[in-house]
């Protein structure tokens, strides 16, 4: 039978997990100045990603929570559909109205998960916490298993190909058939998804951290980000001085600040709670704690 997620209100004081963190949350909330903090985490292990659900998960937190100074998205995701990254930067945005929005990457905030640290007006990293590219990607089922393919990559050859019928003076069959094994429908939604991703990202930009910059400045700047070549594969590590090259604004922590030591505690209990227990994500404050779990 197949699995789905559920999603589930839980009271602090039914769970004893969520206790054990409060007093983490007490220390950064105490560092950053009192701003709220809110942590959205999706699990590694369990084969879920960003999705329009989250928002509203994210959501019931944040009318609960008192963001009078500011929210801060303490953030752990692989990625996911990237308008869900589009509605979460809209509500973080919307719900912490003075606009200190920040984020906190404490290891791994990849694909679309970057999308919403880019739309926020700080990201605040340490030295090996990873952003990715936002370039999208096509996700199949293959011999039981879960395979990218990147949507640019993919648009890349089909262009490739295309443009050598047109210039070849020989056989174009060979050409032909392999430009056959494409759905033009299917080229045509590609190429919009990844019109969009571009946009979402550069947009965030420009209405955010880098709103002094023009669209083309950004775009210029954010290649590393929207470009696949630049960083090989969609999966390879952005770090926080990449990134910071890049002219966002990235707040770098070092590893041996108490505050870091609190911060990475933090994600490891996290960490380890959407990753048993059939806990696939859990968007949670220092006072309220909501999960999707992994059932049958």
Known sequence: MRKTLVFDKIKIEQDQLHLTRVKFYEKIQKHFGGITVVSFFTSFVYPVMLEDGDAEMLEAVLQKSDLKKGLILFISCPGGDGLAAERIINLCRTYSGNGKFYTIVPAKAKSAATMICLGSNKIIMGK????????????FEENGKRVSYSVYR???????LFKGAVKTKGNIEPFLQQLSTYDPRDIAENRAALETSSDIAIKALKSGMLSNLSIAKIKKNLSLFLVPKTVKTHGRPIYAKEAQNCGLNIEIINHSDTIWEDIYELYSRLDNYVSRNMVAKCVESLDYHYVATWRN
């Open 154 to 160: 993919l648009l890349e050859n089909y262009n490739e």
């Open 128 to 139: 090996t916490s990873e952003l990715g590219a936002v370039d999208p990607q096509l996700i």
